[in-house]
C-alpha cells in the first residue's frame, strides 16, 4: 500500500499518466468528477488534459480504458478546446477501442465519435473511420459502418457527405466477412433513406443478389422524408425547433418536411467519381478519325463511344476532341458513323455536364444542319447529342444558331429544329425563358405554322405549346395576335398535353395555375410570376442585356395596354364614304354636316364649333372615329384655305384620337394632311397637338413611323424640320419603348444631307434627344458622314452627356392594367431601347472570310506567321465593324493565342477580342464560356501590362453580356482554384467590383467560396486584401449564413479565423441595388460600404488581422438586439449561451489593474529567488504559468484569457484592446510593464506573423508614450524584455526588422544607450548572421549618435569584440562590422587603432581601405551619404539610426529642435525614401545642417565652448574621453543651426513632419522679440516652403490615399506663416530675387490648381493665396520683387506648356508694381531693373513681343518703362550702367523716345532742363570713366589669378576716391562675394597699418598649404567675424588652392553682367552647401594638425598666444 499512498497524493493528471493501471484508473474517476463539474467551457484546466485524452481511450488496462472513455466523453462534451483533439482521439477509438471484445467499449467509442460531430468536427470524424475500413481486422470495420450508419441516421446527410462514403460501399459488399457485409447493406438502407434513388448508379455493379435483397429493403421504406434528430452546437435553433415540433405532435413536422427533402436531394451525378478519359484515347484516334476507310473511322469512333459510356468524366481540354467529332458529324458520307459520332457528343455532353457549355457553340449549328438526314436512327442519335448538349449551356447561348435554321428550305431541318425547342422549353423555367429569348423564336414559330409542311406546323404547335405551357399564356399572347382561332386552339391542345420536366407537380401546377387564373381575375395572378421572375432573371444582365430589353418595351406596353384595342384596330376595315356619312350623321346636328363643305368660311367654322361640341358630348363606345375623321377630309378637307377653320379641323381630330377608340385605319385618314400643316406657322401647333393625340391612341412607334416617311415623302423642308421637331419632343414625352431606330435612321441621314440648314439642325436636335436613350452606339450609324457634320452631331451629343432620360409622361395612362407587372415591366423600361441598337445596326456574317488557312496560320509554330494571321483578323473585324454572333473556327484559334509564349500576341488577342466585343455587341453572350473564361486565365500573368490589357479585354466583354453567363457553372471557380497570385487578386478585386452592381447572381457563384476562403490564407498579402475586399460582395448575394456553414470544411484554426472575417465583412455588407430604376442611385452606396474593406488593411500592417482588431466593440453591440441566441448561434457555437453574452458584457471597463507596489514585490521575489527568474532560451510552460499566475491580479479576466488563449487571432484582439486603452489607463499599464513586456517576449517566439506585426505596432506606441511621459525603464524591466527583442531584429521579413529598430531606437529614450549596449553586444554572438549585422549595425548608431562613452564595459573591450567580426564570413557582417568601427575612428580618430587590437593583415587592410573611402568625403558626408549608399543593398534600414542626438541646449529652439529629433528619428528611413521628389541639392542641405551640431562628435577629444571674451576661437584637444556632444557655436551659433533644422523639415515629404515644423516657425515670427531670430534664414525658410508648395502640387495632390484635409491644413500652415513673415517688413526685405520669384512662382500655380477648389473650403485658401501674394508685393524688397516678376514673366512667356492665365496673373501683379512706383521709386534700384528689361527685349525684341496672342505683355513693359521715366525723367538714362553694349540695346532707344517725348510735353520747364541736361552730361562722362575703372578693377577680382592686384587696385581707388559709391557693383553680386570683397579690403587696410594678424588669410596664400590654424580677424570697429565669414574665407582658400570642383564663375557671375542668375535659389543652395562642406572639411584638416604637432609649421608666438587662451578657458570653466 506504500505504492498507493505515493500516487494517491498526486494530481490528477498525473495520476492518468501513470505507469500504474489503479492509478490511472483513479486518475479517470477524479478526471470524469472534474470535467462535469467544471462549468467554464474555457476553463484553463481543460488545457491540461489536451495532450492526455487519447491516452484515456488508448489505455492498455481494459478496465481502466472503460473509465478513460467515459472520462473522455465527458471532456469532449464540456471543454471548448476538445476539437482540436479529434484526430488523434477518434483514430485511437478505431484502432484501440472498435476491437475491444467488451460491447460497452464499443459503445463508448461510438458515441465519442458522435459527440466530436456534434461539436462540428464532422468530417475530420468521417474521415478517420473511413479509413478504418481498411483496417485488416473485420471487428473494427464493422464498428467503423456502425458508427458512420448512427451518425447518418442522427444527423442527416447535411452533416454527414455521403460521397466518400458512396464510394467504398461496392468494396464493403465485396467482403470476405458476412458481419462486413451485413452492415454495409443496413448503411446502404440507411443512405437510401436519405437520398433515395440517387444511390442506384453507384451501387448498379454489386453483385445481382446483394442487389436484389438491397431493392427488396428500399421497397419497404416509408416514403416520408427522413429528419435529422441530433443537432450540431451551432445548429441549437433548429434542436428547438425540433423540439416543439416533437412536443406539438406530428403534424408540423410533416408540414416543414418539404422544405427539408428539397434541401437533401442529391443528385446522382455527383455521388460518381469523375473518370479521366482524353489519356485513354487510342494514340492514333486522330489519324484514324480522318481516315480513307470508313472501318477504320468506326474503330476510332467505338473506341471513343465505349470511354464516353462514363457517366461522369474529368474535366479537361475536350476542343479537339469536339472538333474531330464535329467534322464526321457535317462531313462524313456514312451516315452509320455520323450516328456513332452524335451518340459520342451526346455521352461527352452527358458525362461533362456543365463543363461541356464550353463546345455547344461549336456543335449546335453542325447538328441542327445535319437533320436533313432522313434516316431514323441518325435523327434519333442527333436528338439525343443536341438534347444532351442543350442541358450544359443556356438557350440564349444557342438561340441564334436555332434562330438561323429556322426559315431553312429544308423542311426536316426546321421541323427537328422546332421539337428541339419544344424539348427545350420543358426544361425552362419563366425566369430562363425570357420575353428577349421568346420574342424572336415566337415570331419564327408564326411563320412555320403557316408553312405548307404538316410536319412543320405540327412542331411549331407543340413548340408554341409548350412556351405557353412554361411562360403562361398571358406572356405568349401578344405574339400570337395575328393568328386565327382554330391555331391557336390547337397551340392551347398542344399546351395541355406538356409535361414539364422534373415539375410534373410543381412545374405543370405552376404553368396550370398561370393559364387558369387570368380566366377568373386576370391582374392580380399575373403578379407573381412577374415578381418571382423578374428580379431572378433580370438583374444579371441588367447592364448590357441587349436583346432582353427590346422585347418587354415593345411588348409589354401595347400587349397589356392595348390588348382589346389592339384586336379592334387590327380588324378595323376601311370604311366607304357612304357609311361613314352615315355614321357621322347618327352622331352629328344635321346643320354641321350641311355646311362642313360650305363655300362662305364663316359657315365652315360655325360647321366645325358645332363638329367640336357634339365631339366633346360624345360617349367613347359611340364614336364613330373613322366616319368623323373622314367628314374632316371631306372637300376641302386639308386643303382648307381659312387658318380658322383649319385650326379649329386640327383640334378636332386630337379630341377625337384622345376620347374615341381610335384605330391605325382612322389615323392613316387624317396623317396625311397633318404631316402637311406640320410646317404651317398658324396651323403647326395643332397639327402637332393631333399628332401626339394619334400616337398616344395608336402608339409612338407606329405613329412616328408613319408621320416621318409621308414627310420626307414630300419636299416642303419646313414640313420636315417641323416633323423631325416634333419627334423629338414625343420621343421625351413618350419614352423610347418599342421605336423603330433603324426605321428613322435613314430618314435622319436624308435629313442631315438636306440643303435646307432648319432641317439639318432639327435633324441634329433630334439625334441628341434618341442619343439620351440609346447612348454611344448611335453614333456608329453617322461615322460615314462628312467630318463637319460629324462634328456637330458630337458636340449635340456633348450637350447630351450625363443627362438622363426624362421619365415618360404620355403613353401609359392606358397601361394601369400593366401596373401589375410591377417589377418586371419597369425594369425593362430602365434602359429602353438602349440596348437594342445593337440589334438594330446592319451586322455582317464574317465566317465565311475565317477561312481555314486563316485559322491554321492564326496556330503556326512561326510566331511572325501566327501574327500576320491575327492581323487578317482584326482587318477583317474592323472593316465589318458590326458582325454577326457566328465566326466559325476563331474562338479556338484566338483561344489558343491567349496562352502564347510571346507576350505580344497575347496583348494583339486581347486587343482582337475587345474589337470582337465592340463588334459583336450582346450576341457576344454565346461566347463567354469559350472564349471570355480564357481571358481571365490572362490575369493570371506575371507581366503587369498584359493583366492590365487582360482586365480592359474583361471588362469591355462585361459591358456587353453581363455578368449573368460569367458566374453560370463551374469555370469562374476552376480559375479562382488556381494558386496564382496574380490571377486571384485580379479577379477577386474584379469580382469585388462587378458584384455589388448586381441585384442576382446564379447559384453557382457558391462553389467559388472555398476558393475564396483559401485566398483568404493565401501566401500573397494581395491576395489576401482582395479576398478580404470580395467578403462583404459574396456575402450581399450569399447571405451570411450560408458562407458560414461553407467554412465547415475548413481546419480548424482555419476555420476560426474565416468566421472572424466574415463576422466582420458582416458589418459591412453593402445593401443589394434596389431595383433596376433606380441603379444609378445604388451603385454609389452599394460602392461605398464595399471600399471599407479595401482600406482597413491600410491601417493595420497585416492583412490578415484586418477583420479581427476592433472585434470587441461591435459583438457588444450586436449581443445585445441579437440577442444572447443569436449570438451564439453565429460565432460561438458554445451550449453556456448567457455565459457568453455576460462574458462581452464585461469588457466595458479598465482593462489593467493598478497594484500599489506590485511591481516592487515582484523585483523583490526575483530577487530574492522566490520565483524563476525571466531567463530562457525558449519559454517553458512553469514561465507562461507564472506569468498568467501573476498577471490575474493586473488585468481583467476576459483580457487575461485572450492573452493566454490557444487561438492567434484572440492575441490580435487583445493586442488591440490594450492599444486603445494604453493612454487612458496609463498608471495601470506602468503598474504592470514589466508583465507586459515579458508577455510581449512570449509573442517573440510565435511564429504567426500577424500577431508579430501587431505585438510590434503595440511596442511602438508604447515606448513613445513612456518616452513622452519621461518614464525611466528599470534594469529589472529591460533585462527581461531587451535580449528577447533583439532576437527578433535578425528576423528573415524587412517589415519586422524595420520595426525591431525603430524600437531599439526609442529604447534609448528611456533607457540609457550605455545600457542598451551590451544587450546588443550579446546579440552579436548569435549564430543568426542576419542579427549579427543588425546587431553591429545598431552599435555603430549608438557610437555616433552618444560617443565612445557609450561603449560597455570599456571602448577598447568593446571595439576589440567588434572588430572580431570584420573576419565574419558574412558579407553584410563584414561590412557592419566595418562601418561600426569607421564611426569609432569618425568619433576617436587614430586611437581607434589602439582600441581595436592586433587584426590580420587582410582585415587591417579592409578597415583602412574604408576608412579612406569615408575619408574622401567629410566625416558628415560619409555618414549621411556615402554610408546609406553602401549599406543599402545589405539593409535598408541602415540609416535608420544615423542622426546625431543633442544635449545641453541653451535656449528654447534648441530645446523644440530636440523633442523634434526624437520624433523625427523614427520616421527619417521612410522620410528618405517616401519623398523622391524632394531635389537631392536640398536633402543635402538637410543633412550638413542637421551634421553641423555635432562636428565635435568626429573629434570627442574636444570640449569647445563659447567664447564672446575672446577674439579667436580655437578648438583644443583634450585627451579624454566625453560623453557630452561638443558644439561649434563659433562656427554655427546654436539657434541660428536649430532654425536650421526646423526649416530643413518644412520641406518633408511627410506631411505631419512639415506641419509641426512651420508651427514652431509660425511660433517664432508671432512673438515679436523672438522673430529676429529668424534673420538671415529667411532665404532658407522660403527655399524650403516652395519646395513644400511643388511637393504638394507634384506628388501629395496626386496620391489619393492621402487625407485631402491634410493637405488642406499644410497649405493653411504654409499660408499663415508667410502671411506673418511678410507682415515684418524687416525680414519680409531679406528675401532675394531668386527666391521671391521661385515664391511667386509657386503661390500662382497653387492659385491656379483646379484640384484646390475640390478640397472642402478650397476657395477660401485661394483668398488666402490672394491676400498673400499681395502682402508679398507690399512687403518685399521692390528691386527684387519687380526683378523676380520680370524675370518670372519673360519664363512664363517663353514656356509654351504653361497656362496663359500664369502669366496674366504675373501681369497683374506687375500693373499692381508699377501703381505703386510713386510711392517706392526711392527704394528701387533701377540700375538693376533696367537690366531685367534690357534682358526681357533681348529675348522678347518688340516685333516678337507683338507677334504674341496677347498684346498685355507688351503693353505691361511699355507702361513699366513709362511710369519709370515719367517719375525720374530724363536720370533715367544714367540707370543703364549694368547694361553690356547699351548701343545696341533696345531698350535705350526706347527711353530716349519716351524722355524726348515727355520733355516736349514739359515745355514750361525748358530751362532747368538744360541746366540739368549740361550737368548731366559732364557727370555722365564721368560716371562713364568711373564704371569702366571700377568694371576692369572687379574684373581683376574675379579673375583667379589677379585676384590680389584686383583688391590692391580697388583698396587703393577707394583710398583715393572716398566717396566712391561701390553699391551699384556690389548689389547684385552673391552676398558671400560682397564680404569677400570687404573682407579683403580690411585685411589689406589691417597690413598696411602693421597689424598683421592674419598669417594665412593674405591675399596670395600658396606657401600656407601645410598650416592653418583657427584664427580670426577683427575688424575696426571690434566685431567679431561671424561663422559665415569663416566659410567664405575657406571657400576662397580652396578655389585658390584648386581644391573646389567648381570655377568661381559658378559661384559669382562675372563683374560684366553683375546679377544672380534667374534660378538663383538653387545656385544659393548649391553654394551654401559646398561652404558648409568645405569648411568642414577644413576642419578635420586643422584637427589632424593639432593632434600631430610634427605637421604644423605655425610659429612659436601662435602657440603661446594658444597656451594663454586655453588656460583662460580652463578657468572659465571652473
Known sequence: MGDDSEWMKLPIDQKCEHKIWKARLN?????????????????PEWGKYLGLVKKFVTDSNAVAQLKGLEAALAYIENAHVAGKTTGEVVSGVVGKVFNQPKARAKELGSDICLMYIEIEKAEVVQDELIKGLDNKNPKIVVACIETLRKALCEFGSKIITLKPVVKVLPKLFESREKAVRDEAKLLAVEIYRWIRDALRAPLQNINSVQLKDLEEEWVKLPTTAPKQTRFLRSQQDLKAKFEQQQAAGGDEADGDNDEETEAVQVDPYELLEAVEILSKLPKDFYEKIEAKKWQERKEALEAVEALTKNPKLENGDYGDLVRALKKVIGKDANVMLVAMAAKCLAGLAAGLRKKFGTYAGLVVPTILEKFKEKKPQVVQALQEAIDAVFLTTTLQNISEDVLGVMDNKNPSIKQQASLFLARSFCHCTPSTLPKSVLKPFCAAFLKQVNDSAPEVRDAAFEALGTAMKVVGEKAVNPYLTDVD???????????????????????????GEKKEKPAAKAPPPVEAPAKSSGPSKKAPPAKAAGPPKKGKPASAPSAKSKKAPDTKEVVETELSLEVCEERAAAVLPASCMQLLDSGNWKERLASMEEFQRAVEQMDKSEMPCQALVRMLAKKPGWKETNFQVMQMKLHIVGLIAQKGLFSKTSALVVLDGLVDKVGDVKCGSNAKEALTAIGEACSLPWTAEQVVSMAFAQ???????????????????????????????????????????????????????????MGAPLRMFFEDEKPALLSQIDAEFEKMQGQSPPAPIRGTTKKAGAEEEGDAAEEEEVDGGAGDIMDLLPRTDISDKITYDMVSKISDKNWKVRKEGLDEVAAIISEAKFIQASIGELPMALKGRLNDSNKLLVQQTLNILQQIATAMGPFLKQHVKNLGIPVITVLGDSKANVRAAAMTTLNAWVEQTGMKEWLEGEDLSEELKKENPFLRQELLGWLAEKLPTLRTVPADLMLCVPHLYACLEDRSGDVRKKAQDALPTFMMHLSYEKMVKATGKLKPASKDQVVGMLEKARAVMPAKPAAPAKAAASKPASSAPAAKPASAPARNQSPSEDFSEPEPKPDTKKAKPAGPAAKKGVVGKKPPVKAGAKDEEDRSGPIFILVPNGKEQRIKEERALKILKWNFMTPRDEYVEQLKTQMSTCLAKWLQDELFHFDFQRHVKAIGAMIEHMEPEYDAVIGCLDLVLKWFTLRFFDTNTSVLMKALEFLKLLFTMLSRKNYQLSDYEASSFIPYLILKVGESKDVVRKDVRAILTMLCKVYAASKVFPFLMDGTKSKNSKQRSECLEELGCLIENFGMNVCQPTPAKALKEIAIHIGDRD???????????????????????????????????????????????????????????????????????????????????????????????????????????????????????????????????????????????????????????????DIHNSTASTINFVISQVASGDINTSIQALAQIDEVLRQADKAEAMSGHIDQFLIATFMQLRLIYNTHMADDRLDKKDIFKLYSCIIGNMLSLFSMESLAREASMGVLKDLMHGLITLMLDSRVEDIEDGQQLIRSVNLLVVRVLEKSDQTNILSALLVLLQDSLISTAGSPMFSELVMKCLWRMIRFLPQTINSINLDRILLDVHNFMKVFPKEKLKQLKSDVPHRTLKTLLHTLCRLTGAKILDHMSMIENRNESELEAHLRRVVKHSANLSGLKSDKSTEKGALRSDDKVIKAKVSDILSEIFKKIGSKENTKEGLTELYEYKQKYSDADLEPFLRNTSQFFQSYVERGLRMIESEREGKGRIQTSTVIPQHSTDSFPPSSSTVPNGEDLNAAAYYERLKILRQRRGLENSTPEEDRPPLSSLRPSVASSTDMLHSKLSQLKESREHFQQEQSHSHSPTRSSSPASNLDDLKKRLERIKSNRQ
Not at 486518475?27 to 462535469?36: D, H
Not at 417641323?722 to 423610347?736: C, P, Q, V
Not at 423603330?740 to 432641317?759: D, S
Open 27 to 43: 486518475g479517470y474517476e477524479e478526471a470524469l468528477k472534474l470535467f462535469q463539474r467544471i462549468e467554464d467551457e474555457k476553463s
Open 1371 to 1529: 558579407t553584410t557582417v563584414r561590412n557592419a562590422a566595418l562601418n561600426t568601427v569607421v564611426a569609432a575612428y569618425n568619433t576617436c580618430g587614430d586611437q581607434v587603432f589602439k582600441l581595436i587590437g592586433n587584426l590580420s593583415e587582410k582585415e587591417m587592410s579592409m578597415l583602412e581601405e574604408r576608412i579612406k573611402r569615408s575619408a574622401k568625403k567629410t566625416p558628415v558626408a560619409s555618414t549621411k551619404q556615402e554610408r546609406p549608399q553602401r549599406e543599402q543593398p545589405t539593409n535598408p534600414n541602415a540609416t535608420f539610426l544615423r542622426k546625431p542626438a543633442q544635449e545641453e541646449v541653451p535656449n528654447k529652439l534648441k530645446i523644440m529642435y530636440r523633442t523634434y529629433r526624437i520624433q523625427a528619428r523614427a520616421q527619417n528611413a521612410h522620410l528618405e525614401q517616401s519623398a523622391p521628389s524632394i531635389p537631392k541639392e536640398f536633402q543635402l542641405d538637410l543633412d550638413v545642417f542637421e551634421n553641423n551640431h555635432t562636428c565635435a562628435s568626429d573629434i570627442p577629444d574636444l570640449v569647445q565652448h563659447k567664447l564672446d571674451e575672446v577674439l579667436e576661437p580655437v578648438m583644443i584637444p583634450e585627451r579624454k574621453m566625453r560623453s557630452v556632444s561638443p558644439h561649434f557655436d
Open 715 to 773: 419636299k416642303n423642308p419646313k414640313n420636315q424640320a417641323e416633323t423631325l421637331n416634333w419627334l423629338a419632343n414625343a420621343m421625351k414625352e413618350f419614352g423610347f419603348a418599342g421605336i423603330n431606330v433603324k426605321a428613322f435612321i435613314n430618314n435622319v441621314k436624308t435629313a442631315l444631307g438636306a440643303t435646307n440648314p432648319a432641317v439639318r439642325t432639327s435633324a441634329i436636335a433630334l439625334l441628341g434627344v434618341m442619343y439620351l436613350y
Open 485 to 511: 382561332k382554330l391555331k391557336l386552339d390547337k397551340i392551347k391542345e398542344c399546351a395541355d398535353k406538356v409535361q414539364l420536366v422534373g415539375k410534373k407537380g410543381g412545374g405543370g401546377g405552376g404553368g
